[in-house]
């Protein structure tokens, strides 16, 4: 809505909402993925937007809620300014799940969206694989942020362990106590990954050394694996002398160029004069 002003009055219009293509906009996916069906709007203003799938009588959602309680679906639903992003979300797609799905707003007009979504009768295969990644130079008194990414085959690890030197990192030890915070999650896309970021707060010389992320993946045997890196805790009073030496040292070669100029200097106006005399004597 803006406001506009005719013959000294102020008129309200109501901007026409519009939906903002996404590409791509059909979707072909295997069982067992996590889908994201996306609606994007703009100028929504106080009107209701709702997911619905063609083949239905009922919506799935309505504004920022679920229509009715469905553990296999959620909705993301944010508004940025003219911009309002509606998106449906549905975990471990089946065949079932096929079919047209409408993204409509409810105003005197009736605006819709379609998004068509196919799901295949095979489960899509992911290699197991492990990375980890983050801070490995802090200073001293500086957090430590390291991240440990694990996917499995068809669904997340069941866990995440991680060691120092060899031993296994516990909030609940006394060397970590209230240093150490580890905070596992699993994120809907692609939903086959656990995600662990340990946070170890005033890192000092003796955090320093190998850091290793263990999962758990579940698949034909259970899978077990493990990623590390060398963390080292930079000796900022060593940093500093050196940067010091190297200035000095900077200073001292300047100088002594100074000084060799001076001399040369000095040298040309000596023989200058010597000339000048010897030719006054010979005059």
């Known amino acids: 809505m803006f406001f506009s002003t005719v013959s000294g009055e102020v008129v309200k219009r109501q901007l026409i909402p519009s939906f903002i293509p996404i590409i791509p906009r059909d979707q072909v996916v295997h069982t067992g993925d996590t889908v994201l069906l996306k609606c994007q709007i703009r100028n929504l203003g106080p009107k209701s937007v709702s997911w619905r799938k063609i083949s239905e009588d009922f919506p799935l959602t309505i504004g920022d809620m679920m229509y009715a309680p469905n553990p296999e679906m959620s909705v993301d639903f944010v508004r940025n300014g003219r911009i309002t992003n509606n998106t449906l979300i549905i975990k471990r797609v089946k065949p079932s799940h096929s079919g047209t799905y409408e993204c409509q707003i409810s105003s005197a007009n009736i605006y819709t969206y379609h998004v068509n979504l196919e799901v295949l009768n095979t489960r899509r295969y992911t290699e197991p694989s492990i990375t980890l990644d983050g801070t ?111 200035h000095t040292q900077d200073t001292s070669h300047k100088l002594s160029r100074q000084d060799s100029s001076k001399t040369v200097r000095l040298s040309s106006c000596f023989y200058l004069t010597l000339l000048g005399l010897l030719f006054q004597i010979v005059k």
């Open 136 to 246: 490995l130079y802090p200073s001293p008194n500086q957090k430590l942020n390291l991240t440990c990414n694990s996917t499995g085959h068809d669904r997340s690890p069941d866990k995440i362990d991680w060691f120092h030197n060899g031993n296994l990192i516990a909030e609940s030890k006394p060397r970590w106590r209230n240093r150490a915070v580890i905070v596992n999650y699993v994120p809907e896309v692609p939903g086959v990954s656990l995600i662990s970021q340990l946070t170890i707060d005033k890192v000092g010389a003796s955090d320093a050394g190998i850091y290793v992320c263990r999962s758990m993946i579940p698949s034909e045997g259970m899978t077990v694996k493990t990623t590390s890196v060398m963390v080292n805790v930079l000796n900022a009073e060593k940093d500093i002398k050196k940067r010091e030496d190297g």
